[in-house]
């Protein structure tokens, strides 16, 4: 697994895989590239700085959450 970062696009980018790519899928900031058999081979996040921390947000505020029950 391969991860990169370009600052100035702003885009993450996780190889998952050697694969070749054939399609991807988009939803809403998040871009899934597939193989032709339907194998995930790479997943780019578009504004990844606000991207990921609205993915976060949740999963840490349940943690806290979790943490002083």
Same mark, same amino acid.
């Given at each position: 697994m391969k991860v990169n970062y370009d600052k100035s696009t702003?885009?993450?980018t996780i190889e998952l895989s050697e694969e070749k790519i054939d399609y991807a899928e988009e939803e809403e900031n998040i871009i899934?590239?597939?193989? !032709?058999?339907?194998k995930p081979v790479m997943l780019e996040i578009l504004d990844a700085?606000?991207?990921t921390l609205s993915i976060? !947000?949740?999963?840490?505020?349940?943690? !806290?959450r979790k943490a002083k029950a």
């Open positions: 702003d885009i993450l899934l590239h597939l193989s !032709k058999s339907g700085s606000e991207t976060l !947000k949740p999963i840490l505020s349940e943690r !806290k």
